[in-house]
């Protein structure tokens, strides 16, 4: 695998985009980031020390020769957060919130936390009862037509996202026989979750 192939492969693994993992390793500028994309540089010691003191379940020698594994595998997967509450009592200070359970899912071990989903508004793509398991992006890191939990000082719900216009998002039910769409002022949410994975109940 190439040096950019590794790199996509943890920027994929952590549900961002070149420029929002750009901004969470420190760098102010993703330029160092598309010299390796082009070829032009491989993956150094000091930026795989710098993406490993961030992100500490990334293998750096996998980082920099492509042997082994991504993750470390001489420690255990990182546990997920469960909290048992609806997305409108969500808090973003997530130390405020219960937790009652946290799961070990290594597919799904970049993800920040993991809830349980209240409603029908995503069903059949999310059913009531699911686990949803999230992590948090950068609004300029989110990706029309996904979907995400969205936190706003109006409303927190679970929806795809598409773009209206610059000020403002349109947010997408799976379920619109039932669920009209929403328009949201941009500058009113507080953070927004990357949907990772859906477990069912029936699958597990």
């Known amino acids: 695998m190439s040096n950019w192939g590794r790199l996509d492969q943890v920027i994929q693994y952590l549900g961002l985009n070149v420029n929002s993992f750009s901004r969470e390793i420190g760098l102010s500028r993703a330029e160092r980031l598309y010299q390796i994309k082009k070829g032009n540089y491989d993956i150094s010691k000091n930026l795989a020390g710098i993406i490993v003191e961030r992100f500490s379940d990334i293998n750096e020698a996998w980082l920099l020769t492509g042997e082994g594994a ?7 997967a990182p546990k997920i957060p469960l909290y048992n509450m609806s997305s409108e009592e969500f808090n973003t200070d997530l130390s405020q919130m219960p937790i009652v359970d946290e799961l070990e899912i290594s597919i799904l071990a970049g993800s920040d936390f993991a809830f349980i989903n209240q409603g029908d508004s995503m069903s059949p793509e999310i059913e009531h009862g699911s686990m949803v398991f999230v992590k948090k992006v950068d609004k300029d890191a989110v990706v029309f037509g996904d979907i995400y939990l969205i936190v706003s000082e109006k409303i927190n719900v679970v ?46």
């Open 70 to 76: 991504m993750l470390k595998v001489d420690e255990p």
């Open 159 to 204: 929806r795809f996202i598409r773009g209206l216009n610059e000020k403002s998002w349109r947010l997408v039910a799976k379920n619109t026989d039932d669920f009209d769409d929403l328009i949201l002022d941009i500058s009113l949410v507080k953070a927004v979750y990357k949907v990772k994975g859906v477990l069912s109940m029936m699958s597990m």
